[in-house]
């Protein structure tokens, strides 16, 4: 139920809970491709960061009522999302300023993901906690919460769980950071990420379906439209491009109303990667 409240992932998961689920505001996410405000980066300001300032803060719930802000620094399940420059920065700023504690989730992004330890990394941000889980372990099933050493000064029996410090978790998981730093993943995720990300875009100038393409190392966006002036979201079409993919041998997950996520392997090479292109574009052919 608590992760259930912070995610507005899909309203069926929520549907039959309301009441069940209080103290928990949400807020639009930077999506500069479908701004929630109507407005156009940068012009805009980062209106979407005054609304929490002036909205939220002032009429909604104020800040010394809020226990944290949490957000992921990269959207993941809502559409791999990439936010503009400036605003993690001004969050974090903002959060400062009022005493707020800072939550980066980095279970999607971090980990070499998007070719820095943790998307927070790109705009320079240290968050006052960090939320670690997936590529973690290896495909076990853990995770981790990193903070400022003050926040985690608790005194004993103040918090404890069930299944925490598993002996084969905590080995998996050295394993792993042992493999990402000695392979250089991240360097890989963020050469072999942006030969994709060029390489994907060049798709985008060919076929009309693609409206937006976004990402950072090796988490990518693929916003799949009917008319590109309108924006208007092609659900159907992109589930068939991962048909048509998945006949070929490629798996696609989508993200979001009508986005693919490209979140391949952090050993992808460029062979591999021009591999699963190919196949894309033997999709996109047929639903064009």
């Given at each position: 139920?608590?992760?259930?409240?912070?995610?507005?992932?899909?309203?069926?998961?929520?549907?039959?809970?309301?009441?069940?689920?209080?103290?928990?505001?949400?807020?639009?996410?930077?999506?500069?491709?479908?701004?929630?405000?109507?407005?156009?980066?940068?012009?805009?300001?980062?209106?979407?960061?005054?609304?929490?300032?002036?909205?939220?803060?002032?009429?909604?719930?104020?800040?010394?009522?809020?226990?944290?802000?949490?957000?992921?620094?990269?959207?993941?399940?809502?559409?791999?999302?990439?936010?503009?420059?400036?605003?993690?920065?001004?969050?974090a700023k903002l959060c400062g300023e009022n005493n707020v504690i800072f939550v980066a989730d980095e279970i999607q992004s971090g980990l070499c993901r998007t070719g820095k330890w943790f998307a927070c990394e790109h705009w320079e941000v240290e968050p006052d906690i960090v939320t670690i889980g997936k590529g973690i372990a290896g495909g076990l099933p853990f995770g981790a919460t990193v903070s400022r050493a003050e926040l985690m000064d608790w005194e004993p029996g103040a918090?404890?769980?069930?299944?925490?410090?598993?002996?084969?978790?905590?080995?998996?998981?050295?394993?792993?950071?042992?493999?990402?730093?000695?392979?250089?993943?991240?360097?890989?995720?963020?050469?072999?990420?942006?030969?994709?990300?060029?390489?994907?875009?060049?798709?985008?100038?060919?076929?009309?379906?693609?409206?937006?393409?976004?990402?950072?190392?090796?988490?990518?966006?693929?916003?799949?439209?009917?008319?590109?002036?309108?924006?208007?979201?092609?659900?159907?079409?992109?589930?068939?491009?991962?048909?048509?993919?998945?006949?070929?041998?490629?798996?696609?997950?989508?993200?979001?109303?009508?986005?693919?996520?490209?979140?391949?392997?952090?050993?992808?090479?460029?062979?591999?990667?021009?591999?699963?292109?190919?196949?894309?574009?033997?999709?996109?052919?047929?639903?064009?």
């Amino acid at each position: 139920m608590g992760s259930l409240q912070l995610t507005t992932t899909s309203v069926a998961a929520r549907r039959h809970f309301k009441g069940m689920m209080q103290g928990v505001f949400h807020v639009p996410y930077a999506y500069c491709y479908r701004c929630p405000f109507k407005q156009t980066y940068p012009d805009c300001g980062l209106w979407c960061v005054d609304y929490i300032e002036d909205i939220m803060f002032k009429k909604v719930i104020p800040p010394d009522d809020l226990a944290c802000m949490i957000i992921e620094p990269v959207q993941g399940a809502g559409g791999y999302i990439i936010p503009p420059d400036g605003y993690l920065q001004a969050l974090a700023k903002l959060c400062g300023e009022n005493n707020v504690i800072f939550v980066a989730d980095e279970i999607q992004s971090g980990l070499c993901r998007t070719g820095k330890w943790f998307a927070c990394e790109h705009w320079e941000v240290e968050p006052d906690i960090v939320t670690i889980g997936k590529g973690i372990a290896g495909g076990l099933p853990f995770g981790a919460t990193v903070s400022r050493a003050e926040l985690m000064d608790w005194e004993p029996g103040a918090h404890e769980n069930t299944m925490g410090g598993s002996p084969v978790g905590c080995s998996a998981a050295l394993a792993m950071l042992d493999i990402l730093k000695t392979d250089r993943l991240t360097e890989n995720a963020a050469e072999v990420g942006g030969y994709l990300l060029k390489r994907l875009k060049e798709l985008a100038e060919r076929y009309e379906l693609i409206g937006d393409v976004r990402g950072k190392g090796m988490m990518i966006g693929v916003e799949i439209v009917k008319d590109r002036g309108t924006k208007e979201p092609a659900k159907a079409e992109r589930d068939k491009l991962m048909t048509k993919a998945f006949e070929r041998g490629l798996v696609l997950l989508g993200a979001g109303v009508s986005s693919l996520r490209l979140a391949p392997p952090l050993i992808l090479t460029r062979e591999q990667a021009d591999v699963g292109l190919e196949i894309l574009e033997q999709a996109l052919k047929e639903i064009k």
